[in-house]
């Protein structure tokens, strides 16, 4: 049975995975854990040291896929943590440290011995310092202990049947220490310890600042949770108790004080204030809160003091979800990537025979002594490790979706990431992406006996049961003048026409012309007139009916932010073609696209046609992003090749969404894509470096021109640069 067919519910689960060196060890991983029985997906992330695994219950289990990573020389454990353990990360960085200074102590004496195999004949340093038993004192401790982890991984794979870099450095350095070892006992005095130990304590160097760029490729993360409170005030048996953060429970009651932390997400009880969401929306201007209001967790209180009670703790919290899409994007591979572990896979396995081909005909053939032929030996090996080439693409991926959370922009996964950049075609919704989504009450036209405000009153009346910003409008413009708003006796809503219903026993519909006339309600050249005038205006007109007749014509507006004309216009400037997609009707969706200047312009379509607009756009060859809020905008940013979510919108569109923008301002949606644009150029850097460094070492290396100790440097020194070229992400601005 294919396990994809399977009806079984399966589980996904995050993993600590230590003891990864190189590519080869991550790839290995997820070879032998994607074959298991049961396992669904695998996915490890060198950088991280973090894995993730979706598998069948029942199939198989946790402990048997950890178990199998153990087997493999690995140690892997279930990722319980939900924040990154820096002190673990700081560890590391001490660890390799001191490894690289103990290494440095005892390989510079046999550092400046280099000199003499330059100028034999010549003996320029002291003699005692050529003593083959000093030099064999002194590689010993680098070989065998700031050199162990080599074996150690060594031990573990070979055990396994695979090699990885381990493998590689642990068996050069070994040929030139044991041979070195043999001159010695014979009394020769140009020996070879200096190649093992410089190599060695080169490698420990670039683990060194490796594991320090590492360190900083999740800098955003760490960013994110400095940012909320570590203590808050609950409220228990009527008194203020000051707990940690961690103790607060759903429903506790919790003070908040001016120019405090926000401690957790809740609603406020009692009081009112002013507060400073910038860290979310990026907007600096305070926001008022009363009674009622959510305030998210993490944000400023910026005067006055109110009590909430707590909706979302721990992880189920505003700023803990950011920090989860952030780390799972993080994890996530890009397509990419795929070719590189690929290759990984093969690259160790053809280092050792291109090293063994290599002595071969140095020793066999050339008339090379063996000498020689084991130092260029020793140099393929230690050059082939393929560190870089791991590299590339998980840390440009880390550094990008870190800075796009700094921007507010979130990325699901790597994969996401990676399409962005592709897109052709933008498609907008309207109401509440371009538009600000707060329409307000500006016409209402009557044209039966009653009186305005009675009209209003039955509309409104009606209105109060739908959940669309247009119906807010006009129940928010009949509170205004005082009316009351009776419960309708029925009601239903017409997706994409309007609603109707009984009101004070009379019947009552509110919509679109097209309803009107599935109705049969008439509507006269006067009204059409005003319908007209209206829409030209900018503003979404309804029709309204009591009992068969026409009573009024009601017009709302709402006002395009103020950066979607900025937006739409850096769209275009790179290229890409610009959509808007609305329910609305033709000439107020035409009017407000000609205020942001947008030419193609699909209106009157309705919720589920929407996703069928954008299957369209992509059956025409074009690469499409969707951007909207709301819930009947879900099903096209399903379809669409990228679905892009207003943060400020509904839950469901946000699920259903590749990217969300936690802030309204659409300047992010250029910004996301340039972000995607920017994040694969640099992968792609990567990946050329990486390729072309062991493309080029390795013949150049078997050729006999590349020392082994140069070689080790390059090797090292190859990790650093990839990384450090992923850090430059973190000084563009978009």
């Known amino acids: 049975m294919d396990k994809k067919e399977m009806n079984i519910p399966f589980k996904k689960v995050e993993l600590n995975i230590k003891g990864m060196t190189c590519a080869a060890c991550s790839s290995r991983i997820e070879k032998v854990v994607g074959k298991m029985e049961g396992v669904k997906e695998v996915q490890v992330n060198l950088p991280l040291e973090k894995g993730s695994v979706s598998f069948y219950e029942g199939i198989t289990d946790l402990e048997m896929i950890t178990s199998k990573i153990q087997k493999l020389g690995f140690e892997a454990k279930v990722d319980e943590d939900e924040r990154?353990?820096?002190?673990?990360?700081?560890?590391?960085?001490?660890?390799?440290?001191?490894?690289?200074?103990?290494?440095?102590?005892?390989?510079?004496?046999?550092?400046?011995?280099?000199?003499?195999?330059?100028?034999?004949?010549?003996?320029?340093?002291?003699?005692?310092?050529?003593?083959?038993?000093?030099?064999?004192?002194?590689?010993?401790?680098?070989?065998?202990?700031?050199?162990?982890?080599?074996?150690?991984?060594?031990?573990?794979n070979l055990k396994n049947k695979s090699a990885n870099m381990d493998v590689l450095v642990a068996m050069g350095t070994t040929a030139a220490y044991v041979y070195s070892v043999w001159l010695v006992i014979q009394g020769e005095v140009y020996l070879f310890f200096e190649t093992s130990a410089i190599i060695i304590t080169l490698?420990?160097?670039?683990?060194?600042?490796?594991?320090?760029?590492?360190?900083?490729?999740?800098?955003?993360?760490?960013?994110?949770?400095?940012?909320?409170?570590?203590?808050?005030?609950?409220?228990?048996?009527?008194?203020?108790?000051?707990?940690?953060?961690?103790?607060?429970?759903?429903?506790?009651?919790?003070?908040?004080?001016?120019?405090?932390?926000?401690?957790v997400d809740g609603i406020i009880v009692e009081g009112y204030s002013s507060v400073d969401e910038s860290m979310l929306t990026g907007e600096s201007i305070p926001v008022d809160k009363k009674i009622d209001d959510e305030v998210i967790g993490a944000t400023m209180n910026t005067h006055g003091s109110f009590k909430l009670k707590a909706t979302k703790v721990g992880k189920d919290s505003t700023l803990a979800q950011i920090v989860k899409i952030v780390e799972d994007a993080q994890t996530s591979k890009a397509p990419i990537q795929r070719m590189a572990d690929v290759i990984s896979?093969?690259?160790?396995?053809?280092?050792?025979g291109i090293a063994f081909i290599s002595f071969v005909l140095w020793y066999f053939f050339l008339g090379a002594s063996f000498e020689v032929a084991l130092i260029n030996f020793t140099a393929v090996l230690v050059i082939a490790c393929p560190c870089a080439l791991g590299l590339a693409t998980p840390t440009s991926i880390m550094v990008g979706t870190g800075k796009g959370a700094e921007y507010g922009i979130l990325f699901k996964g790597g994969e996401q990431l990676e399409t962005a950049h592709k897109i052709t075609t933008v498609v907008f919704d309207k109401t509440g992406t371009i538009t600000k989504g707060e329409p307000s009450l500006t016409d209402l036209f009557v044209y039966d006996t009653s009186n305005e405000d009675l009209t209003l009153q039955w509309i409104a009346s009606l209105e109060q049961n739908s959940e669309h910003p247009l119906a807010r409008a006009i129940v928010k413009g009949a509170q205004a003048r005082n009316l009351q708003i009776i419960p309708p006796e029925r009601f239903e809503a017409i997706p994409g026409r309007g609603i109707k219903g009984t009101v004070d026993q009379a019947e009552v519909i509110v919509g679109t012309r097209r309803l009107m006339h599935d109705y049969g309600i008439v509507i006269e050249d006067q009204h059409e007139q005003t319908l007209t005038k209206l829409e030209l205006e900018g503003?979404?007109?309804?029709?309204?009916?009591?009992?068969?007749?026409?009573?009024?014509?009601?017009?709302?507006?709402?006002?395009?932010?103020?950066?979607?004309?900025?937006?739409?216009?850096?769209?275009?400037?790179m290229g890409l073609k610009v959509v808007m997609l609305t329910g609305d009707n033709k000439r107020t969706a035409n009017a407000i696209a000609?205020?942001?200047?947008?030419?193609?312009?699909?209106?009157?379509?309705?919720?589920?046609?929407?996703?069928?607009?954008?299957?369209?756009l992509k059956k025409q060859g074009q690469k499409v992003i969707m951007i909207g809020d709301g819930i009947n905008d879900a099903p096209a940013l399903a379809v669409a090749d990228i679905g892009m979510a207003?943060?400020?919108?509904?839950?469901?569109?946000?699920?259903?969404?590749?990217?969300?923008?936690?802030?309204?301002?659409?300047?992010?949606?250029?910004?996301?894509?340039?972000?995607?644009?920017?994040?694969?150029?640099?992968?792609?850097?990567?990946l050329f470096w990486a390729f072309?460094?062991?493309?080029?070492?390795?013949?150049?290396?078997?050729?006999?021109?590349?020392?082994?100790?140069?070689?080790?440097?390059?090797?090292?020194?190859s990790s650093v640069?990839?990384?450090?070229?992923?850090?430059?992400?973190?000084?563009v601005k978009l």
């Open 84 to 156: 990154p353990n820096v002190d673990e990360k700081e560890q590391e960085i001490r660890k390799q440290r001191n490894k690289f200074v103990f290494a440095l102590i005892f390989s510079l004496p046999l550092f400046v011995t280099m000199i003499d195999h330059f100028f034999p004949e010549k003996m320029l340093l002291p003699h005692w310092l050529m003593n083959g038993y000093l030099q064999w004192v002194l590689a010993t401790p680098v070989q065998f202990y700031a050199g162990w982890q080599f074996y150690k991984g060594a031990y573990k």
């Open 203 to 263: 490698i420990l160097l670039g683990k060194l600042l490796e594991a320090k760029a590492k360190g900083r490729t999740s800098e955003a993360i760490k960013k994110m949770l400095s940012l909320q409170a570590k203590r808050a005030v609950v409220i228990k048996n009527g008194e203020e108790i000051e707990v940690p953060i961690e103790q607060v429970e759903f429903n506790d009651v919790v003070v908040v004080k001016p120019g405090e932390k926000i401690p």
């Open 345 to 352: 896979g093969y690259f160790v396995p053809s280092a050792f």
């Open 539 to 573: 503003k979404t007109a309804m029709l309204a009916a009591k009992d068969g007749q026409l009573i009024a014509i009601v017009a709302v507006a709402d006002e395009v932010k103020e950066t979607s004309k900025e937006a739409v216009q850096q769209l275009q400037r």
């Open 594 to 616: 000609k205020q942001v200047g947008i030419d193609l312009v699909f209106a009157e379509v309705l919720p589920d046609e929407k996703a069928l607009k954008v299957e369209e």
């Open 646 to 686: 207003i943060g400020t919108g509904t839950d469901v569109a946000i699920e259903a969404s590749d990217i969300t923008l936690m802030r309204g301002d659409l300047i992010a949606v250029p910004q996301a894509i340039k972000m995607s644009q920017l994040t694969m150029r640099n992968i792609k850097q990567n």
């Open 692 to 717: 072309i460094y062991n493309s080029i070492g390795l013949p150049i290396a078997a050729a006999g021109l590349l020392a082994p100790w140069v070689a080790g440097a390059a090797m090292a020194f």
């Open 721 to 731: 640069s990839v990384v450090s070229n992923a850090l430059r992400l973190k000084r």
